[in-house]
């Protein structure tokens, strides 16, 4: 199973209460694709950010093949 955030936390990265800067979310997001991962929720260990996940879940390899093989668990 991949795991997802149920929901965007509170300070989430794609929210306007983020805790980083923009230049910081911009680095953090271009580091992620490149490396053809994803962004873990900082709230958590290992769970797949929300917001990251419902705007970049067809940029990255484990993305698609969880959605194609239906193993996208929300916790």
Known sequence: MFRVQ???????????N??????RKEEVL???LKKDTFFVCHKTDDV????????????????QIAQRLNL????
Do not use: A, H, P
């Open 30 to 32: 271009r580091t992620t």
């Open 48 to 63: 797949c950010c929300k917001g990251y996940w419902d705007k970049y879940k067809d940029k990255f390899t484990v993305g």
């Open 6 to 16: 149920g929901s965007k936390c509170d300070q989430c990265l794609f929210s306007d």
């Open 72 to 75: 996208m668990k929300e916790v």
């Open 18 to 23: 983020k805790i980083v800067n923009d230049d």
